[in-house]
């Protein structure tokens, strides 16, 4: 059984390194990709916080992903300036789609939880 507090932590330490791996891997993509969806590969990290942990660490890995952006991947880089009106504009897009992503993600998390518990209180789960 696992314990509350850690499984918490648990998942917001793998939403962190999930937002940070997903900016590196995106980084690695800029000769291809260049300036452009600077936010693309941190869905796949909020969508992995949000199935491991709910939606405190999935909203965690979206809120962490706008500095990384900023710092790492939108011109000027290595600045914490997010440029433009067309970068703001995919910020409030970015964080409208992560903050959605962590709701359903946090909604089936406990749904998960409450059938987990439903099948264990029911007769003959012992069996």
Same mark, same amino acid.
């Given at each position: 059984?696992?314990?509350? *507090?850690? *499984?918490?932590?648990?998942?917001?330490?793998?939403?962190?390194?999930?937002?940070?791996?997903?900016?590196?891997?995106?980084?690695?993509?800029?000769?291809?990709?260049?300036?452009?969806?600077?936010?693309?590969?941190?869905?796949?990290?909020?969508?992995?916080?949000?199935?491991?942990?709910?939606?405190?660490?999935?909203?965690?890995?979206?809120?962490?992903?706008?500095?990384?952006?900023?710092?790492?991947?939108?011109?000027?880089?290595? *600045?914490?300036?997010?440029?433009?009106?067309?970068?703001?504009?995919?910020?409030?897009?970015?964080?409208?789609?992560?903050?959605?992503?962590?709701?359903?993600?946090?909604?089936?998390?406990? *749904?998960?939880?409450?059938?987990?518990?439903?099948?264990?209180?029911?007769?003959?789960?012992?069996?």
């Amino acid at each position: 059984m696992r314990i509350p *507090s850690q *499984s918490l932590v648990g998942g917001y330490l793998l939403a962190a390194a999930a937002a940070v791996l997903a900016v590196v891997v995106r980084r690695l993509l800029d000769p291809i990709l260049g300036d452009t969806l600077p936010y693309a590969t941190l869905f796949l990290a909020i969508l992995v916080a949000a199935w491991y942990g709910g939606f405190g660490p999935a909203a965690f890995a979206t809120v962490l992903g706008v500095p990384l952006v900023a710092r790492f991947l939108l011109p000027p880089r290595n *600045s914490f300036d997010i440029g433009g009106p067309e970068h703001e504009t995919g910020l409030v897009l970015y964080l409208l789609t992560g903050t959605a992503i962590a709701a359903l993600g946090g909604l089936m998390h406990r *749904s998960r939880e409450r059938a987990l518990a439903a099948a264990a209180a029911a007769p003959g789960a012992d069996a």
